[in-house]
């Protein structure tokens, strides 16, 4: 505290002029006081005008004031000198090569406080006091020190840049606007400067609302790694219960099965936390850009805001986070399927040939599916309930049998918008998604109907080939017509040829990639087969193309 108390004590008694301790002090009719050389300089520089004034105040004394030395003053500061106090201000005071310095200060020059745009110059606190205490001076505008104000004034007409044309989006002075600048559109730069703050705020409330969007990807991608973590660990953990049973003939099998689920689990967190680091990567420097525009914000010189404005206004794209789709957990519920029906069949299997139990993405590929069945009855084993999911139909088709049955209409229903919905082709997906092996059969009324299995990720806007079943390589579609059948698949058509019905059978076995139709009468005749790789789980689907047609999901017992 007496350190403080010292320090301004230096401060109260040193010299505005030289910013030395006063030597010889002497305080003139206003109450302020000087060095006598100091201010004896000051006044000789007057002399021309006879009118003599504070170099602090500005207050004008005339005739010239007699100059005495002030006693108190003096024995002062002799006494602060015996203290040690040291006669000139502290280095970190001075201008350093990287500080603006005051363009008042003589000699060793002292560290600007403020820059005035309107004088333009800069000034020390002690020799900003006049812009404080004198009234005209106290109009000017001061700004944080600035090595560039000589970039404010007009190199063609020596005047204070303060309008803005926006023609050549440039600072101007006034003369310049009536000069090579007439007619041109410009404004006050403090009009340019507001406006380009409102552009400013757009620029950081969508940096903002990004940050946000994000963020709470991010928090879904957590979401999926935990989700693969408790899928993937069910799946070992049941594994390992069916493999207890059989320990003797699928230990090594066992350990096979969890080491391929663990390196799945790795690659499927791996990809998800790669891309949830770039998007917290991006939510960074998107906060890092946000507080660099809300400091730029505050830029008082507007020449300096609009010279930098347009390359710090710009930003980085966003990271595409448009993939980012978090599925059902269930991601390794087919491993155990898989082992269930090995457990049931490897008793006679194993004795012959040995199974290969692999996975792909988080799809199981077991090389033990039977053939496929003969009769219905065989079918019927594989019988799946199927219901159609509202939230994809187009508006023109009317549900009816608890969501199994459909009707094509030629007034659009009152269905709430989705974005899951078709919006051109008269269609709609299952609820249900399809693995393993599935059979269904579907009863059509009325001709062109399309029986369909896609996948999820099939477009749903627009009349694009993207959207319609068996237009592109999503989809796998039968037309089934009053006296033809035609199957279609990637906008390729096939004539199918068999007997006519109005019931078609399909059986999905989607490890072994067999898509097959049937007409299901008294018998079963194969319509037609595909052989493919089914890369994600599939769903049934209906297209009605004609206005009267129906079709319904039959209930199988």
Not at 84 to 104: I, K, M, N, R, W
Not at 256 to 265: A, E, G, H, M, Y
Request: proline content about 4%.
């Amino acid at each position: 505290m007496a350190q403080k108390g010292d320090q301004l004590d230096r401060e109260t008694i040193s010299c505005s002029i030289c910013l030395d301790l006063l030597n010889d002090p002497v305080t003139i009719p206003c109450g302020h006081s000087y060095c006598m050389s100091c201010m004896k300089n000051f006044w000789d520089g007057e002399d021309q005008r006879k009118i003599y004034s504070c170099p602090q105040c500005g207050e004008a004394f005339t005739p010239r004031p007699v100059l005495k030395k002030s006693t108190m003053l003096a024995a002062l500061v002799e006494q602060l000198k015996k203290t040690g106090l040291q006669t000139a201000p502290a280095d970190h005071c001075y201008a350093g090569p990287e500080d603006v310095s005051c363009d008042v200060c003589t000699g060793r020059k002292m560290k600007a406080f403020k820059s005035c745009l309107t004088c333009p110059a800069s000034y020390c606190k002690n020799h900003l006091q006049p812009h404080y205490d004198a009234a005209p001076l106290k109009k000017h505008k001061l700004v944080e020190p600035s090595k560039k104000l000589q970039e404010n004034i007009c190199s063609r007409h020596d005047e204070v840049m303060k309008m803005f044309c926006r023609t050549d989006q440039q600072s101007i002075c006034y003369l310049c606007s009536v000069d090579e600048h007439k007619g041109h559109d410009t404004v006050s730069a403090a009009a340019e400067r507001t406006e380009r703050q409102r552009e400013l705020e757009v620029s950081r409330l969508n940096i903002q609302q990004r940050i946000q969007d994000r963020e709470k990807d991010v928090k879904l991608l957590q979401q999926e790694v935990e989700a693969v973590s408790r899928s993937a660990d069910k799946a070992v953990e049941d594994s390992e219960k069916i493999f207890t049973e059989l320990i003797h003939l699928l230990q090594k099998r066992s350990s096979d099965v969890k080491q391929q689920i663990r390196s799945q689990q790795e690659t499927e967190v791996s990809g998800v936390k790669e891309l949830q680091e770039k998007l917290q990567q991006e939510i960074t420097e998107l906060k890092r850009k946000d507080a660099e525009l809300k400091h730029f914000s505050h830029t008082e010189d507007h020449n300096q805001f609009l010279h930098n404005y347009p390359s710090v206004s710009q930003l980085s794209e966003p990271t595409d986070s448009s993939s980012i789709n978090i599925r059902p957990l269930r991601y390794f519920e087919d491993v155990t399927a898989a082992v269930s029906e090995l457990r049931d069949k490897l008793q006679d299997i194993l004795s012959d040939k040995w199974t290969n139990i692999s996975l792909t993405g988080t799809e199981v590929d077991v090389l033990l599916s039977g053939p496929e069945p003969k009769t219905r009855a065989g079918f019927l084993k594989y019988s799946c309930e199927i219901t159609l999911d509202p939230n994809t139909a187009h508006t023109e088709l009317l549900f009816s049998e608890g969501s199994r049955k459909l009707q094509r209409m030629n007034q659009q229903q009152s269905y709430s918008s989705h974005p899951d919905r078709f919006t051109f082709y008269r269609q709609v997906l299952s609820r249900e998604s399809l693995t393993g092996r599935c059979y269904w059969e579907v009863e059509w009324r009325g001709g062109g109907v399309r029986i369909a299995v896609t996948y999820k990720n099939i477009s749903r806007a627009g009349l694009s080939d993207d959207c319609g079943f068996g237009y592109n390589d999503k989809s796998w579609a039968l037309r089934c017509d009053t006296n033809s059948y035609n199957f279609w698949f990637n906008n390729i058509e096939t004539p199918v040829s068999g007997p006519r019905s109005s019931r078609v059978g399909v059986y999905l076995d989607h490890r072994a990639g067999i898509l097959s139709f049937y007409s299901v009468s008294e018998t079963m005749t194969l319509l037609h087969r595909v052989q493919t790789t089914f890369t994600h789980p599939l769903y049934a689907g209906l297209w009605l193309c004609n206005y009267g047609v129906t079709a319904e999901l039959c209930k199988l017992e």
